[in-house]
Each structure stands twice: as structure tokens, then as C-alpha cells.
């Protein structure tokens, strides 16, 4: 299966890593690593310049919350320009894997069952929230 890692972070480059260990063949891109697939979120323009793959995993964006919460442009890229891309990604037949985060939630319940009501605290799990 041909999988393509969007995200060169300690995220993807795990979910990277695991999927060559099951013998899967991995494309990844990154917005800083130039030993991978150049790619930025925050460009539309760049989406068709992507591989076609089996399956994609969405492991791209601004997770910092202080960022977040100060650059307006964090929502652009982890709200608009992700649903964007999961939907130029769904049309050519890809299969996307988008994981989650645990900032939908406000910790005050540990071990939230995953079907809890989100009810994030920062703008980072907002953002979250509406992806």
C-alpha cells in the first residue's frame, strides 16, 4: 500500500517510520526537511504537485497553542487549508486518516471516552474542533 505522510514533525515522521516497518511503501512531505517531499499547507497551489497515494495521513499544521492563539494565519492553515486538502485528496480516491488531538477537550476529565462532547480550552483545540 502506497502511503503519503503529510507532516515532517515528530507525528508524522513516527507514523512515517511505523508504516515502512509494516512494509508499506512511504512518500512525506515537509515544509523544512529538504530530504523530503517539499510541501506547505498553507499554499492551495502546492496540493496538486502531491504524489497519489493509497492512503494519506494529515499530520501538518500549527499546533503551538501561544501561536495559535497570536497568528492569525494558524486558523487558515488548521482549519480552511486542511479541509481543502482532504477534499482535493477524497476526489482523487485517497483514503485519509486525519488523527485527533486531545485539546477538544478542557482536562478536567481524564481519559475522555471518545465519544465525550469536546469542549476545548485554547484556540489550538478549536481550530481542532472545526477541522
Known amino acids: 500500500m502506497k502511503i503519503l505522510v503529510?507532516?515532517?514533525?515528530?507525528?508524522?515522521?513516527?507514523?512515517?517510520q511505523q508504516a515502512k516497518e509494516l512494509g508499506h511503501e512511504v512518500l512525506q512531505t515537509s515544509?523544512?526537511?529538504?530530504?523530503?517531499i517539499s510541501f506547505n499547507l498553507k499554499?492551495?497551489?502546492?496540493?496538486t504537485n502531491l504524489p497519489k497515494s493509497d492512503?494519506?495521513?494529515?499530520?501538518a499544521g500549527i499546533s503551538g497553542y501561544k501561536?495559535?492563539?497570536e497568528n492569525p494565519e494558524s486558523r487558515l492553515v488548521n482549519v480552511d487549508r486542511t479541509i481543502k486538502l482532504c477534499s482535493f485528496l477524497l476526489n482523487r480516491g485517497t483514503r485519509i486518516l486525519f488523527?485527533?488531538?486531545t485539546a477538544v477537550f478542557d482536562g478536567q476529565t481524564p481519559f475522555p471516552e471518545p465519544d465525550a462532547p469536546t469542549c476545548?480550552?485554547?484556540?489550538?483545540?478549536?481550530?481542532?474542533?472545526?477541522?
Open 43 to 47: 499554499n492551495e497551489h502546492e496540493f
Open 31 to 36: 515544509r523544512k526537511d529538504r530530504k523530503l
Open 99 to 101: 488523527p485527533s488531538s
Open 67 to 69: 501561536e495559535c492563539t
Open 120 to 131: 476545548p480550552s485554547t484556540e489550538y483545540g478549536l481550530q481542532k474542533k472545526r477541522s
Open 55 to 59: 492512503w494519506a495521513v494529515i499530520a
Open 6 to 16: 503529510i507532516g515532517g514533525g515528530a507525528l508524522g515522521t513516527a507514523i512515517a
